[in-house]
């Protein structure tokens, strides 16, 4: 079964995204890798991990900083044919946040799936 | 081995560049291949031609450098990073009007799909940030 899952999501590169959409350009710099990746026929999972959820919560604006939301990023994924989104379940616990109410319907991972999944991917770059 | 580094940590700010640097000059003395060193996030900094450190401290942009001359190292930086930072080499400074250029050769700014490639190439891509 656990096999069955890595097979799903195994592509080239997988993109760990750790950082909240404000307060850094982590996660902006981190999502350009993916869609150039995306760009160049590269099969890409997003692996959204402890504050790097908080990129998938609803409703979120530019901000008074006048920086670039990721939002409007995030829903160009689709068109690069990045369709693998994952969550880490136990961040979305710890932020208290209801994985159901999230962008763009990411799958739940548990921790235990984490090295299966670096694994199955010939490249991990973390942001 | 076929080695890549990514670096994504500014010079002077964090451990991050030091360290990338030290691994690079082991990785060759190795006899392994580095096939060249990706500046990416803040890690672009790292190509400041008018970097100024005081002498008694290591010169990080002339250390990449010297490692580019004594091993044919690439040095390539991510150029969407580096722009919106204000590092433009003589061609970028020229097209967007700008006095001076900030990046020289053997820097070259170029584009993510390098990193990604390089990624892909290399046995390992190691990364450093702060």
């Known amino acids: ?127 | 081995m076929r080695y890549g580094i990514l670096l994504m940590g500014a010079p002077y700010s964090s451990q991050a560049a030091h360290s990338a640097l030290r691994f690079a000059r082991a990785v060759a003395g190795r006899g392994h291949r580095l096939e060249a060193v990706f500046f990416y996030h803040e890690g672009v900094h790292n190509a400041a031609r008018l970097a100024a450190p005081p002498q008694d401290e290591p010169h990080l942009v002339d250390g990449w450098a010297a490692l580019s001359a004594d091993h044919g190292v690439p040095l390539q930086v991510c150029i969407a990073a580096a722009l919106r930072r204000g590092l433009l080499d003589e061609r970028e400074a020229a097209r967007h009007g700008k006095q001076g250029h900030s990046v020289e050769p053997p820097f070259e700014l170029t584009g993510l799909g390098q990193l990604v490639d390089l990624g892909l190439r290399c046995d390992r891509l190691v990364t450093f940030g702060p």
């Open chain 1, 1 to 127: 079964m656990e096999n069955d899952e890595e097979q799903d999501v195994a592509g080239d590169l997988l993109v760990i995204l750790r950082h909240g959409p404000h307060g850094s350009s982590w996660l902006r710099e981190g999502l350009d890798a993916a869609l150039v990746a995306a760009a160049f026929g590269r099969r890409v999972t997003l692996l959204f991990m402890g504050e790097g959820v908080t990129a998938l919560v609803p409703g979120q604006q530019r901000g008074p900083l006048g920086q670039k939301g990721t939002a409007p990023t995030l829903e160009m994924l689709e068109m690069y044919d990045i369709d693998s989104l994952l969550v880490e379940a136990e961040a979305l616990s710890r932020l208290g946040l209801d994985g159901d109410e999230l962008m763009l319907s990411p799958r739940r991972v548990e921790a235990a799936a984490l090295p299966g999944l670096t694994a199955c991917h010939s490249l991990v770059l973390t942001f």
